[in-house]
């Protein structure tokens, strides 16, 4: 089997967005509850553990701030509260300049030259992902994108591979002709219970995360001229500088060979 279609992650794959996107929309979002809760760089890292800005919402309220909201239902607080942080984050997205990571413009004009299908596969809600796409990849790129699965596809967030599941359905192609591209070890799960062979690129919060299952560890996907560092990979393959439509296509065939 062929490589039909490169699957991206969205937060920390494409860009950071967690500590100066989604935490500082979270932190608004308590404000405008009226609520004095403020999740610092440090303690939304921890969070970050819980897929899902409206099951972190609850998480946290479950974990953290019990005594003080006794009798309040949480489901609807963090329900309530989320619909605050997505409006906050568009707000940001229009005004904070955002850039992809090393590689990710690179990589997707490759695969579109090749006629590889680009798709995406996140736990993050529609609403503020495609203005955020929009404007880190430009219209026409985003154009280029198909399908879109965001969490308001699916009733189980990753790490549970429905996300991923889904792409492959409305892709129409099996696993072994897929590869993700993810920044987290619930993204990695996710995608490994699809059976997709995936290229993790550590973000900022999780360069800790056990990546043991990923086909291939990098510090970036890379562009011309910025060597990169391969932390780990499963299968004899070549890395140049960078991760390359090559590089993908040699993984997939690796992963075929067994
Ligand atoms: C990372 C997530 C998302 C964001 C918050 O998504 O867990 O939930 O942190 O976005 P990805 P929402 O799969 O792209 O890494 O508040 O919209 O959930
Ligand atoms: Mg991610």
Redesign the pocket.
């Known amino acids: 089997m062929s490589l039909k279609a490169v699957i991206f992650?969205?937060?920390?794959?494409i860009a950071e967005t967690?500590r100066d996107g989604?935490r500082v929309a979270f932190n608004r979002a308590f404000e405008a509850f009226g609520l004095e809760d403020c999740w610092d760089e440090e303690f939304y890292g921890e969070l970050?553990q819980v897929?899902?800005?409206?099951e972190?919402l609850k998480y946290y309220l479950d974990t953290y701030r019990t005594s003080e909201n006794v009798g309040r239902d949480h489901q609807q607080m963090a329900s309530a509260i989320?619909k605050l942080?997505?409006s906050a984050l568009i707000d940001i997205i229009e005004n904070l300049e955002i850039l992809p990571r090393p590689g990710i413009i690179r990589l997707m004009d490759e695969l579109y030259q090749a006629g590889i299908t680009i798709a995406i596969a996140?736990?993050?809600?529609r609403v503020?992902v495609e203005p955020l796409l929009k404007k880190i990849l430009g219209s026409q790129r985003w154009e280029r994108l198909c399908p879109v699965v965001t969490?308001d596809d699916v009733d189980r967030?990753?790490p549970d591979p429905q996300t991923y599941e889904i792409a492959l359905f409305r892709l129409g192609i099996t696993a072994s002709e897929a590869i993700a591209i993810e920044?987290?070890r619930?993204?990695l799960l996710s995608a490994f219970r699809a059976e997709i062979s995936c290229v993790i690129t550590p973000s900022s919060y999780l360069k800790k995360d056990d990546y043991s299952e990923a086909a291939l560890v990098v510090n970036e996907l890379g562009d011309p001229g910025e060597s990169i560092q391969v932390i780990s990979s499963r299968y004899e393959i070549s890395v140049d500088t960078v991760v390359s439509l090559e590089c993908l296509q040699k993984l997939a065939q690796a992963v075929k060979a067994g």
């Open positions: 992650d969205v937060d920390g794959t967690e989604h970050l897929s899902g800005g409206q972190r989320h942080k997505n996140t736990t993050g809600s503020w969490g967030k990753k920044d987290s619930n993204g």
